[in-house]
C-alpha cells in the first residue's frame, strides 16, 4: 500500500495591511510634529496684542537672554554690528530687519541694535514678538 504524501502547503503572511498602517503612522507624526523656528536659541519673545504675523525671509538678529547678538547664526560683537549689516545689505532682496531679543535683554541693547541697523541702510526694522494669550 502506497500513501500518499501530504504537500506541505507554503505559509506566508500577506504584510500589505501591515504596511499601510505604518505609512498611515508616518504621515500622522509628520503632521503632528511640531518645527522650532529659531535653530540653535531658546528666546522667551515678549509678548504683544496688536501684532501681525510676517514672514521671516529677510535679515534676521537674536539677542538672547546672555545678550549675545547672533546676525543669522554668525555670533557678532556689539560694535561691529554695523559692518557686518553693510556686508549682507547688498545681497537682501529687502532691505529689512527682524529684531529678536529676549524679554531680559536691557532696553539700550535693543536700541543699539536698531542704530546699527538704520546707519548701515537697512530701511526698515521689525520687532519680532509672541502672541499674548487673553485670560477669558
Do not use: C, W
Amino acid at each position: 500500500m502506497k500513501l500518499l504524501e501530504k504537500r506541505r502547503r507554503r505559509i506566508s503572511i500577506n504584510i500589505t495591511s501591515l504596511i499601510d498602517v505604518l505609512f498611515l503612522l508616518l504621515i500622522f507624526f509628520m503632521i503632528s510634529t511640531t518645527f522650532r523656528e529659531q535653530p540653535g536659541m531658546n528666546l522667551i519673545l515678549p509678548a504683544a496684542s496688536h501684532g501681525k504675523v510676517e514672514q521671516i525671509d529677510r535679515l534676521v538678529v537674536n539677542i538672547g537672554a546672555d545678550k549675545k547678538i547672533y546676525v543669522g547664526e554668525q555670533l557678532v560683537a556689539p560694535d561691529s554690528l554695523e559692518q557686518v549689516f553693510r556686508q549682507i545689505l547688498p545681497r537682501l532682496r529687502e532691505k529689512k530687519l527682524v529684531l529678536r531679543a529676549d524679554e531680559s535683554v536691557p532696553h539700550g541693547l535693543v536700541v543699539e541694535v536698531m542704530d546699527a541697523a538704520k546707519g548701515a541702510g537697512l530701511e526698515t526694522v521689525i520687532i519680532a514678538t509672541r502672541v499674548k494669550t487673553r485670560q477669558p
